[in-house]
């Protein structure tokens, strides 16, 4: 059984999925350490630790990480790296400025996170859990989706490899790739009636995803009912991988 802290460090705390992350576990008596860019857009609640970092940066992710130790008196129990960025273009009309800033946001805060906490906990000799967010256009190709799903195939890649290159340690590396979900940050995207229709017609539940899909799923994977779970690319999508369902024609 999972004997870990109850503490967790969230990265894109400002964020829709985290927030809703961070209500789930505030539920459970969880401890969190909230990181962002800004800490004015953190709303931490009781004894939430507040943290301003840049964790697309190694000196960020270190810094977030050596500060929730030093609140919580080691290294928090699990890291959830929830920072990233959407970006839905074609490759013609993406930029350059903007296909670094893609990867930097979701490829290089999952890397650098993942190796300051990896790294404390080899220090500790002691396990803990980590969970990384994919998107489903890293499984299957999604027009428009060129320099995300880079990002994100990555961030999968990186996960199977922790999760080996860790095991004998009990760090377990699971990853939720998930379909679109109605955040602050794709509000765009379902913007209007026709819109919101537009999208959930594509999933075969027949609804596009909430943060809560994902954050009741991360709530899971880092607690101890997930103890034997690790190296697992876990999509939350509605069935949009899996199904196929029957297309009447009229």
Known sequence: MNTLPM??????????????????????GWRLALVGRDRERLHP??????IEADVSTEAGAQAALKAATEAFGEPPGAVVNCAGAVLIAPIGRTGEQQYRDCLSANLDTAFFVSRAYATALQAQKRGGALVLFSSVAASVGVANHAAIAIAKGGIEALARS???????????????????????ATAKFVSSDLARRAVSAQYP???HGA??????????????????????VIAV???FLAVRPTVKVS
């Open 45 to 50: 609640e009781g004894d939430d630790l507040a």
């Open 162 to 184: 922790l999760a080996a290159d860790f095991s004998t340690l009990g760090l377990r590396v699971n990853v939720i790739a998930p379909g679109l979900m109605e955040t602050p």
């Open 211 to 232: 943060a809560d899909d994902a954050a009741t799923l991360a709530a899971f994977l880092v607690s101890s009912r997930a103890a034997w779970i690790s190296g697992q």
């Open 7 to 28: 503490t967790c460090l969230i990265t894109g705390a400002s964020g829709g999925v985290a927030t809703a992350l961070a209500a789930h576990l505030r539920s459970e």
């Open 237 to 239: 999508d509605g069935g």
């Open 205 to 207: 539940l027949g609804r």
